[in-house]
T-cell receptor, first 116, second 115 residues
């Protein structure tokens, strides 16, 4: 398996522009997570989906952030309009959560976003 | 919600020494405690985990201990090697409800192993 695939790996944009980050989870996994990593705040959970349905979006900073999972093999995280304080590494992770497994998170390699 | 505190934030050891990282959690309903290792430019990767019905678990040079009463758990790495240098994160997850599946991470520990 190729693992969790994220794109783009690096994105540099200007304040006010729209940013779309993409994620392909591991085939067969039923849960998908978006995390943001910064030096100041560490790893923060933004939102997670189970069976393509958003379960907890309490970590989404504000209305500028939105996430979708139209099917089991694809998710997007969109920031519109972007601001310099959104600069961070955004990780997507997937997991198979059920009664007989631990629900180990498998992370992608991240998308490093810089907003100028 | 759950709050996980991790210490120390940085740890420097000589090759061959042991390293210990400690975490405390706040939610007594948490029952799953994984540890992740993050190398430069990569996503975190699970290295060991423990459930609340177990007090200790070992896998070669790494071990994790859990004290449910005190709500703390620790990662122990013995005979450290330079390739152990990375950022280590502890995490906690509660058993059920709408938070099921949601991991709360500690702030991370930067471990440096000097040859």
């Amino acid at each position: 398996d190729a693992g969790v695939i994220q794109s783009p790996r690096h994105e540099v944009t200007e304040m006010g522009q729209e940013v779309t980050l993409r994620c392909k989870p591991i085939s067969g996994h039923n849960s998908l997570f978006w995390y943001r990593q910064t030096m100041m705040r560490g790893l923060e959970l933004l939102i997670y989906f189970n069976n393509n349905v958003p379960i907890d979006d309490s970590g989404m900073p504000e209305d500028r952030f939105s996430a979708k999972m139209p099917n089991a093999s694809f998710s997007t995280l969109k920031i519109q309009p972007s601001e310099p304080r959104d600069s961070a590494v955004y990780f997507c992770a997937s997991s198979l959560i059920g009664r007989t497994n631990t629900g180990e998170l498998f992370f992608g390699e991240g998308s490093r976003l810089t907003v100028l | 919600g759950e709050n996980v505190e991790q210490h120390p934030s940085t740890l420097s050891v000589q090759e061959g020494d042991s390293a210990v990282i400690k975490c405390t959690y706040s939610d007594s309903a948490s029952n799953y405690f994984p540890w992740y290792k993050q190398e430069l430019g990569k996503g975190p990767q699970l290295i060991i985990d423990i459930r609340s019905n177990v007090g200790e678990k070992k896998d070669q040079r790494i071990a994790v201990t859990l004290n449910k009463t005190a709500k703390h758990f620790s990662l122990h790495i013995t005979e450290t090697q330079p390739e152990d240098s990375a950022v280590y994160f502890c995490a906690a997850r509660r058993a059920g409800g709408t938070s099921y599946g949601k991991l709360t991470f500690g702030q991370g520990t930067i471990l440096t192993v000097h040859p």
